[in-house]
């Protein structure tokens, strides 16, 4: 939790990045194979490796897992990047309350009852003098 101090948009928490050379090292040749891969999908698609008439459905399932490796070695590019090469910041931020959108007072959060003012209305109809 923020501190009770600390104003809205203020940075709660920053961490630096680790920046470590393995993981540079490690985002580097994951990019290498990242090349590879692509290249590979492009040059089956355009040799027609998933066409039925070519190889059957073999070339098809090869060109799908080749673009699944594609997107889960991307994924961990990116992972590697977000932990290693990022900032860990934390901003306060508010907290809105639903009824606060509406433009309502805290009061009226919980609408109006039925009997609400029923007993000043009675009054007032009985004696029409009624202060509130």
Known sequence: MPSEGSTYGDIHR????RESTAAAVAIVMLTLVEIVLVGLFTF???NGWGLPQQTGAVGNIFLGTVLAAIFIN?????LL?????????MIVKKRRRKWEDLYIREDD?????????LG?????????????
């Not at 920053?14 to 990045?17: G, M, T």
């Not at 959060?109 to 003012?117: A, F, M, P, W």
């Not at 000043?120 to 509130?132: F, G, H, M, T």
């Open 14 to 17: 920053y961490e630096p990045p």
């Open 44 to 46: 089956g698609l355009i």
């Open 74 to 78: 991307l994924a961990f590019i990116m």
């Open 81 to 89: 990047y977000r932990k290693e090469f990022l900032p860990d910041v």
């Open 109 to 117: 959060v919980d609408g109006e009852s039925l009997t609400d003012g």
């Open 120 to 132: 000043d209305s009675i009054k007032r109809a009985v004696y029409p003098y009624y202060k509130r």
